[in-house]
């Protein structure tokens, strides 16, 4: 079955410490998205990729970085320059490419809770 | 700028009670609005979504329409049951050439169903 694959599912870091978390689609999608939530809040945008190679800075992409070298992965990386990392890290993604509108929805994975102490 | 508003939480219900999640946005020109859910511990789940005026999406019982009059997009369904009890999360998608395509949420409401 497709889909997007987060890992870990937990994940406990010293402060300080850089971290990466892992997010892999074989949906064939172009766009991928970084998101965070933060309890009783809605899901903030981090960063997003339309193609691979590229990415932008989304709403609150202070202390994280990105990469995308291949259409299937999006890798996220908490540094310690993030002042607040502990949260729940959602990873998706969507077709966005000719004949893709945005009437298509976002497809998520099952996320990764960040514990930094 | 673009956002979502959704009626604040936690809702309690009895079982087979009626659900009504109010939802209002802000947006210029014509988003794509949706549902999610989301249970404890999992990511987001598509519930339905509507793509123009007076569109009603619907799945599982649940249903919303997209009210372009009143920037709306309330969730309802007759008859809850206590597997719906969850995260319901209403999000509109700005087109591709703003930010990506990416989604906007309201912040979330949890509805709980009593036995």
């Known amino acids: 079955d497709g889909g997007i694959t987060q890992s870990p599912k937990y994940l406990f870091r010293k402060e300080g410490q850089n971290v990466t978390l892992s997010c892999e689609q074989n949906l064939n999608h172009d766009a991928m998205y970084w998101y965070r939530q933060d309890p009783g809040q809605g899901l903030r945008l981090i960063y997003y990729s339309q193609i691979v190679n590229d990415f932008q800075k989304g709403d609150i992409a202070e202390g994280y970085s990105v990469s995308r070298e291949k259409k299937e992965s999006f890798p996220l990386t908490v540094t310690s320059a993030q002042k607040n990392p502990t949260a729940f890290y959602l990873c998706?993604?969507?077709?966005?490419?000719?004949?893709?509108?945005?009437?298509?929805?976002?497809?998520f994975g099952n996320g990764t809770r960040l514990t930094v102490t | 700028g673009d956002s979502v508003t959704q009626m604040e939480g936690p809702v309690t219900l009895s079982e087979e009670a009626f659900l009504t999640i109010n939802c209002t946005y802000t947006a210029t020109g014509y988003p794509s609005l949706f549902w999610y859910v989301q249970y404890p511990g999992e990511g987001l789940q598509l519930l339905l979504k509507a793509t123009k005026a007076d569109d009603k999406g619907s799945n599982k019982g649940f249903e919303a329409t997209y009210r372009k009059e009143t920037t709306s997009f309330h969730l309802e369904k007759g008859s809850v049951q206590v597997s719906d009890s969850a995260v319901y999360f209403c999000a509109l998608r700005l087109p591709f050439y703003n930010q990506g395509g990416k989604l906007i949420f309201g912040q979330g409401t949890e509805l709980s169903v009593k036995p």
């Open positions: 998706a993604s969507s077709g966005s490419g000719t004949g893709v509108s945005y009437n298509s929805p976002l497809h």
